[in-house]
């Protein structure tokens, strides 16, 4: 049953994602004037359709994406009647075209602004980051922080704290009688005591506590693995109204840290596993789905947010199968003051597309093969 709910969650996300992005197309298309012959969720066979005007609105079988029709819109084999018509979109001027090519990004990224929106109201205005991200330089909001307890550590394999006889695991307290607040504070310390001998107040899971001397090495080392004691919170409290639009442009610039971190580890270990991992199809998404669905109904619509400026962003790509290729083509047409061929410009955009869904399908793939991962990541 639980895995049924999580399908039908999925399609529901799908659906309302692609009906978003299409609503967008469809809204540009009729205020300039362009005539749109088929709205429709899903591809396949038809389950339902309905007529209004010029415009066929269709639910289809496959609830996997969904597209609008426009006339004009990437067809060479239109009758010289069709090219002639006046809702036709390459009738339309350049600005014209590009702002209907650009329509689906726009309401996938007002769909994410309105969604974080109500999580952030519902959340008091906080978004928690980890402190790895405290130099990000947040758009309409400050970093709070928020100390939970004392410097978490692990003995390392070998070096000064572990010659010292100090605790597997514990917490740092002090170093040579200085009280230690946070991961900053603790690396300045060491460094300021590189190659010298420092007295380290330190306390076991167990609430055991001891001074251990401690050679700090050359390179400012104390020999253990530390965390973070603190929570930090992107806070919007005094950006309420804005909040949205803010958060938006700090999700953009967090993920990509996140990616950049992810692309340097791989470099520098050869391990492009979570690199891998981070780029995820439909099977990724059921376990995000399977995992937020638990944390009630605002968490839900935090998600969904995220994968609507996921959607934006991806679309925005020079792919000429994609919303970002069509405008790129249109912005040069209209540099160069010449419309690319009719024919060569389709060859291109069908070519791009399946390349496209063949590197969706080897994303499935690797999800399948690599599941178990997938499912370690939400537990």
Known sequence: MSVIINILLLLVVISVLTFIHELGHFIAA???????????????????????????????????GGYVKILGDGDPTESKENRKDKGNLKNKSKPAQMFVMLAGVTMNILLAVGLYTLYLGNNNWQFAIGGEYDDIHPVGAVIVKERVSDIPYMLAEDGGAKDSGMYEEGYIISVNGEEILDYDELTNV???????????????????????????????????????????????????????????????????????????DAKKTGDYSELSNAVSGPVGIYFIVDYFKTLG?????????????????????????????????????????????????????????????????????????????LKSLFK
């Not at 069509?326 to 540099?335: H, K, V």
């Open 30 to 64: 009729k205020l300039v004037k362009a005539k749109v012959l088929e709205f429709s969720v899903g591809f396949g066979p038809k389950i339902y359709s309905k007529k209004k005007n010029e415009t066929d609105f269709s639910i289809r079988a496959l609830p996997f």
């Open 190 to 264: 060491l460094s300021s005591l590189k190659g010298k001998t420092a007295s380290v107040h330190a306390c076991d899971t167990d609430n055991n506590c001891d001074t251990f001397e401690v050679l700090i090495s050359e390179d400012g080392k104390l020999g253990v693995y530390t965390g973070y004691n603190y929570n930090s919170y992107l806070d919007y409290s005094k950006n309420k109204l804005f909040s949205g639009f803010s958060h938006s442009i700090n999700v953009v610039k967090l993920t990509g840290e996140a990616l950049s971190s992810l692309i340097s």
């Open 297 to 373: 109904l605002i968490s839900f619509l935090g998600i969904l947010a995220d994968l609507s400026l996921s959607l934006a962003l991806i679309n925005i790509f020079p792919i000429p199968a994609l919303d970002g290729g069509r405008f790129f083509i249109l912005l040069i047409e209209s540099i160069v003051r010449k419309d690319l061929d009719e024919k060569v410009e389709a060859a291109i955009i069908n070519i791009s597309f399946i390349f496209l869904i063949l590197f969706i399908i080897l994303i499935m793939v690797k999800d399948i093969v690599n599941i178990n991962e």
